[in-house]
C-alpha cells in the first residue's frame, strides 16, 4: 500500500533568452517571468508579444496571470520579485501563491524566465520554484478507486532561461524530496501506518540508504529498563513497537568526526488511553501524532542524500496510545531507563513518556547536538496556532540563532522559555517528577521534563510541531499536511554553527 515516488525534477539552466526557445512556448505548459522594476524595460526586449503582455501586466502588484497571445494560450505568470525585509516565509508564500494554481498534474514542464540584478535573488527565487515544485509533484497517498496515477511519479522538467550564474540546486532537490516523504508517511491511513508496517517501511529505506539499524523491541526496551515508554504500550495488543536506531555515517569519517542525533516521537495512533481524547470527534486525525519521526527520519534521508560529512544518529519512538485494561492509568509509577521515577498524572501526555527514554538512549552517546521532534502540545498550538512551531533549548545561546535559521529558511520556530522554576509544578510526593502539570504553558514543562532525561549536558533543541497541519499549507508547501521541520533541520546543520 506504500507507493511514495520520488519526482526526478530534470534542471536545465540557460543563458538563452525565451525568444530563442519560442517553440518551447508554444505548449500547454506554464511560462513564469521574474522581474524587478529596474529590469522590466529589458524583459520587453526578450519575450515575445511583448506589446500585448505589457498592456495586460500590473506591475504594482506581487504577482499577475494572463496568457500569451498564442494558438493554445500559453499561461504566463509574473513575479514582481520583492526582498520583503528578509523574510523567506513571505517569499515562498508568494511564489506558492503565484504559481498553485497552473501547475496540476497535466503540466509537465516549467519555462522559467528570470531577469534579477543579484546573484543571491536569482539564486533565491530559483530555490523557491524549485521547492515548491518538488513538493507539489511528489505523489501523496490517495486511496480512490480508478484514480488515474500523477505525473508526479515520473519525471518534471525545469528550464530557466537567462541565469547570469551556475547554480547547484542539489539542496532544494533533497529538501523537498524529504518533506515530501515525510508528508506521505503522516498521511497514510492508521489501518495502513501501523507500527509493524512502520518498521517495514524504516527498513526499506535503511537498505537503500545503507544505514546501520538496530530495533529495540519489547524485550530490549524490557532489559533497558524504559520503564516510561513501556507503560504507554501496555495497552496495546501487538508487541510491534520499539525503538528504531538507524545511523549515517560519512565516507571518510574518523574519531573527530561531528555526529548529531535525530529523535522523533512515532505514536501511529494516539486515544489518549484513560483519558480518552475529548471532545467528540478530537480523536480523528490522532493518525498525524507519528509526525515528529517522520521529520526526523526524512531528515536523515535528506543528509544523506547531500552525503553531508558528519554523522547522524536517527532514533525513532514507535508505538501506540490504545485504551484497554492493561492501560497505564493516571496515578501509576513507572521508572525510567535513566533510574527517574515519573507519576503519572495524564495518560494522554504519552509524547514525553516514549521521548523521555529515547532521549537518554540518544544522549549517552555524546552527540554534538540533539534535535527532537514531536507533535507534542496542544498549548504550543493554542500559543502559535498552526503557523510556526514552539522551539525549546537547553543552551539560552542558540534562541537567536534558532530565530535567524527560522527567517532564513522559511519554516519558522519561536524560541519558548526553559527557566528553572517552570519545575515547581512537577514536584511529586510519591515520584521523582510529575509526568505533567495540567495547566498553563504545557509547551515549556513539557520541554522541561524531556530536558532531565539528557545525559551530559548535551546541547539540545526540541521542537513541538504546532506547524505540522496547516489549512492551504504554509510557505511553499500546498498540502495542509506541511513536512515542517525538514528544511529547518537541514539549515540548521548546514548552514549554522548550532
Known sequence: MFDFKKTVLKINQSKNTLIKDIKKIESNNPVVIVYEKSTLPKIWKDIPNSEILKSRIKEDKDFYSTSFPNKLNTPVIFINFKRFENNRFKELTNIKNALKSHF?????????????????????????????????YNSMPSFVKDKKSKKANSSF?????NLQNKHDFSRPLAESH??????????????????????????????????KKTFYGHKQLEKLN???????????????YGIMHLRYSPKKANKNTKSV?????????????????????SMYGMHHDMTGSAIALASLVTLAELEVNFHVDCYLAIADNYLSADSYRPGDVVIASNGMSIEVINTDAEGRMV??????????KKPNLIMDYATLTGSCVRTLDNLQSGAVTNKPEFNSKLLEI??????????????????????????????????????????????????????WVHIDLSANENNGGL??????????GVRFTAHALLDSNL
Not at 110 to 129: F, R, V
Not at 182 to 206: F, G, S
Not at 355 to 364: I, K
Request: a negative charge; glycine letters at 8%; one cysteine or more.
Open 226 to 240: 524504559a520503564g516510561a515508554f513501556l507503560a504507554v504500550v501496555q495497552g496495546s495488543s501487538h508487541k510491534d
Open 261 to 281: 542525533a535525530l529523535v522523533g516521537k512515532g505514536m501511529c495512533f494516539d486515544t489518549g488511553g484513560h483519558n480518552l481524547k475529548t471532545p467528540l470527534g
Open 475 to 484: 510557505a511553499h508547501v500546498c498540502s495542509n499536511t506541511t513536512g515542517f
Open 355 to 364: 521521548l523521555s527514554d529515547t532521549l537518554y538512549m540518544a544522549s549517552l
Open 104 to 136: 496540476d498534474e497535466n503540466v509537465d514542464t516549467a519555462n522559467i524566465y528570470i531577469n534579477l540584478i543579484n546573484k543571491q535573488d536569482e539564486y533565491d527565487i530559483s530555490e523557491g520554484i524549485i521547492s515548491f515544485l518538488g513538493c507539489k
Open 406 to 459: 527560522s527567517n532564513s529558511c522559511g519554516e519558522r520556530v519561536w524560541p519558548l522559555p526553559y527557566n528553572e522554576d517552570y519545575d515547581e509544578v512537577l514536584k511529586s510526593e510519591v515520584a521523582d517528577i510529575k509526568q505533567c502539570h495540567e495547566g498553563s504553558s504545557d509547551a515549556t514543562r513539557a520541554a522541561r521534563f524531556l530536558g532531565k532525561f539528557i545525559e551530559h549536558d548535551t546541547p
Open 157 to 161: 522538467t525545469v528550464n530557466f532561461y
Open 178 to 211: 524529504g518533506t515530501s516523504l515525510a508528508r506521505y508517511l503522516a498521511m497514510m491511513p492508521p489501518n495502513l501506518l501501523t507500527p509493524k508496517t512502520y518498521v517495514q517501511e524504516i527498513n526499506k529505506l535503511a537498505t537503500k540508504y545503507k544505514f
